[in-house]
């Protein structure tokens, strides 16, 4: 996995420079403390979005049809 050393900056020399690491075992070869994922965050990020977009979508589709039930029943 790709990310940041968790460790504080005055302790090693990867979260000093904010190195992007790429460990199989998300462990900084330094300390080995664990790794802050880099990558994967951005990911999530993308893809709550556009779950967001789809739910609005969903719910503004809902009331369209909500609507025009009413009036094509009451009107
Ligand atoms: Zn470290």
Known sequence: MLGYCSNS???CENARSAKILNRMDACCPECGLFLLPAQDVSQQLRADEQFLRYAVLAVA???FIA???YYSNFV
């Open 9 to 11: 900056p005055l302790r």
């Open 61 to 63: 589709l809902v009331l």
């Open 67 to 69: 609507v025009y039930i």
